[in-house]
């Protein structure tokens, strides 16, 4: 094992850097007590690698300060490890340094209590831990990034196998959280150490590579360097010019996918920075005139930011001898911004910032898209699975980042389609969807959207969502409104299909529906079957969890109906819609009196000569025949559709045949036949149709009886 020893920073060294953007010397001053107090509190305490403890509270200050966190967040970064490891409490350090700092302290130690592993339970919890942090402070997760970077500085001094396991976490959760913070210093850091621990053979290997390379890399990006600036002096552009060192975890990602060491043309790279957003596009036109660019490689990110609103011109151009360059054209705040991300942003208030406030929060708000994304995703009713799988895939890789006609950035898994953007922008729009236009041409709803396409979402108050949706999506969290959508339309249906069932059973007992339903009551059939409200009565009676016999039961137990009595048998024929239990290859009929359909209770009547009539649970044509009944089932297996009989009564005496075809029609539903009786004051319509089972049928009978036209509807038993 290594005998290295972390780098020794004093608190001098701190607050000298912190005063580079922090005027008010109160801050200061509470910064320079937090230390004092963490000293106080972690005094005899020893790391694995054998220095003070107090060495890695300044060393994730000193961390927070290279990206400009505000003293605040300095603070919490000198006192994270206090409420876990010390003699220290909540109050105690409330009283010292005030809420703000006390409850950023507190998300730090909630985090840390998570012991993270690939292998176990804790990864769901884990995960929504982090969640919690980011929801209520994001700064929280900044001094955790910190926390972990310096641990990962002094990874040696732990176990092999733990290194691992903290390599990976970094990899994985912590690196990608910094890249959509924006905050390319610890990101990058942390995915070079984390190769190191991970793939140490392939890391040393591409260090010294680089090493083998470097002289005459250096000569060359020096070369580079002094004839750009030489371009941009005699077009006065004031600048800054500087090479970039490719990381080395970046450069191991493309020899993954096949590259050549020699092919990574990006390691020659340069970037410059300049005053304006103006002096930029000129420096790009200027080394364009006199480098050649290559083609397709040229990305504009000042006009359109990305999510986590870096901001940059990239190009690839032909430069010193041929060799290909990368290079980056941005201002010194955009520098500022893609370096320090948005810790960087309460600078501008220590700073006394000439932007409005109002503007830093919009600005803000922007950055914190992703912190939104995932908020968003632990709202939604998921399983923890779904959640974690989430977050993973569609949040924290790679993503597609999409604009709206005015120009917002929208960001979306890759292979989303326009109906994940539109249910992105708000769940409205996205149940309204009618059709979409990318980069003005009109696209199918499964379309796959690129990078930087503009999308245009066409709706209509009157469209709703259909269940193909779910298959034409590809965010878990758009899958799941759609799902919501239609959970609450069944719930509806159930409601009023178990209503309607209510008060048919009420009228056929003669009792009246208002004087069963009192509060007395309601609150006396909740209890007995653990609901929780009438509407959930209707529910369970709408879905078949309880009968409508069942429920008046419970206060009325003068007509109870007994349902027959069914042997039970033990083998199936599977080859036909209706299996039979210990009859094989038995002759099975629908009975003709009560048409069931898939879905329906059913039990067997054994007739003479005929084989088995199959009839609904509750038919009347076999109350008096349990000596004969059967166990039958249905067969999940079967596609197929099954006649059944409607009676539809009409206010009045008005021709609905056209009305009714149409709305039956928009249920995939076939007409067998229609007759219609008219009478003096209403119309009666007696329909049989073809459906796929009973789910179907109740959604029709639901959908027609909310006609204001219609009165009821009942399915025929004769």
């Known amino acids: 094992m290594s005998t290295k020893r972390e780098s020794q920073v004093s608190i001098e060294e701190i607050l000298e850097k912190a005063r580079n953007y922090i005027e008010d010397e109160e801050q200061i001053k509470i910064i320079q007590k937090a230390y004092l107090f963490a000293k106080e509190k972690h005094t005899g305490q020893v790391r694995k690698s054998g220095e003070d403890y107090i060495n890695h509270p300044l060393n994730v200050a000193l961390i927070l300060i290279s990206v400009y966190a505000d003293y605040q967040t300095i603070c919490a970064g000198l006192l994270h490890d206090i409420l876990e490891d010390c003699d220290c409490t909540k109050e105690e350090l409330e009283k010292e340094f005030g809420s703000e700092i006390t409850k950023l302290v507190e998300g730090v130690t909630k985090l840390s209590r998570i012991n993270f592993s690939t292998e176990n339970e804790y990864l769901i919890d884990y995960y929504k831990k982090i969640i919690v942090g980011m929801s209520e402070d994001v700064r929280v997760i900044i001094v955790k990034l910190a926390d972990r970077l310096h641990n990962m500085r002094t990874l040696w001094a732990i176990p092999e196998e733990r290194q691992k396991v903290k390599a990976r976490e970094a990899l994985e959760i912590l690196a990608p959280i910094a890249h959509h913070l924006g905050i390319h210093k610890i990101k990058s850091e942390l995915e070079d150490l984390s190769l190191r621990y991970l793939k140490p053979d392939i890391y040393y290997d591409i260090v010294e590579k680089l090493n083998t390379t470097k002289i005459e890399r250096d000569k060359t990006v020096y070369e580079m360097q002094q004839e750009v600036s030489e371009l941009l002096n005699e077009h006065h552009i004031p600048h800054d010019i500087k090479g970039r060192a490719k990381s080395i975890y970046s450069i191991y990602n493309k020899l993954d996918k096949g590259k050549k060491f020699s092919d990574i043309y990006d390691l020659l790279a340069i970037r410059i920075l300049v005053s304006t957003e103006q002096e930029c596009y000129l420096a790009l036109g ?10 397709k490689r040229f990305k504009d990110y000042v006009a359109m930011p990305k999510a986590n609103m870096y901001q940059s011109l990239h190009t690839t151009v032909f430069g010193i001898d041929g060799y290909l360059f990368e290079i980056q054209i941005r201002t010194y705040e955009m520098n500022e911004v893609a370096e320090n991300g948005i810790a960087a942003h309460w600078s501008y208030k220590e700073n006394g910032g000439s932007e409005p406030a109002n503007l830093m929060q919009t600005t803000t708000e922007q950055k914190l898209q992703f912190f939104k994304s995932i908020i968003d995703l632990s709202q939604d009713k998921m399983s923890n699975e779904d959640f974690v799988n989430t977050v993973k895939e569609e949040v924290l890789n790679n993503n597609i980042y999409c604009y709206t006609p005015k120009g917002d950035v929208i960001e979306l898994p890759k292979g989303a ?3 994940d953007f539109a ?16 980069n003005n041409n009109i696209v199918p709803l499964n379309h796959e959207l690129k990078d930087n396409d503009i999308v245009k979402i066409n709706t209509s108050k009157n469209s709703t969502p259909s269940k193909e949706w779910i298959y034409m999506v590809k965010s878990t969290a758009t899958k799941n409104k759609i799902k919501a959508f239609f959970t609450k339309n069944d719930r509806e249906i159930y409601i009023d299909r178990g209503k309607y069932l209510l008060e048919k059973e009420l009228r056929k007992r003669k009792l009246i529906f208002s004087d069963f339903l009192v509060d007395k009551n309601v609150k006396k059939i ?11 009565i209707y529910l369970t009676i709408g879905n078949g969890k309880n009968t409508p016999g069942g429920v008046i039961n ?5 007509e109870e109906v007994k349902a027959p009595k069914i042997v039970k048998v033990t083998s199936k024929n599977m080859d036909a819609d209706i299996i039979v239990s210990g009859l094989d290859k038995v002759k099975v009929n629908l009975a003709n009196c009560c048409h069931p359909v898939y879905g329906d209770p059913i039990v067997g009547y054994i007739t003479k000569g005929n084989g088995i009539s199959v009839h609904r649970l509750h038919c009347h044509n076999i109350d008096t025949m349990e000596d004969r009944t059967v166990e039958v089932n249905w067969n999940n297996n079967m596609d197929k559709r099954y006649l059944t009989n409607l009676v539809i009564h009409a206010k009045d005496n008005k021709d609905h045949m056209l009305e009714l075809v149409q709305s039956i029609s928009m249920f995939n539903i076939s007409v067998d036949e229609i007759t219609t009786i008219h009478k003096m004051e209403n119309t009666i319509y007696e329909v049989s149709c073809y459906v796929t089972g009973l789910e179907q049928l109740e959604k029709l009978m639901v959908s027609i009886s909310k006609n204001q036209d219609i009165e009821k509807v009942e399915r025929v038993i004769q």
């Open 286 to 295: 200027l080394i364009h005139s006199k480098f050649r660019p290559l083609s």
């Open 417 to 419: 389609t326009p109906l």
């Open 423 to 438: 249910y992105k922008i708000h769940t409205k729009v996205g149940e309204t969807t009618v059709g979409a236009i990318v």
């Open 526 to 536: 909740c209890k007995e079957l653990k609901l929780e409200d009438l509407d959930e």
């Open 554 to 558: 419970i206060i009325d137990k003068k």
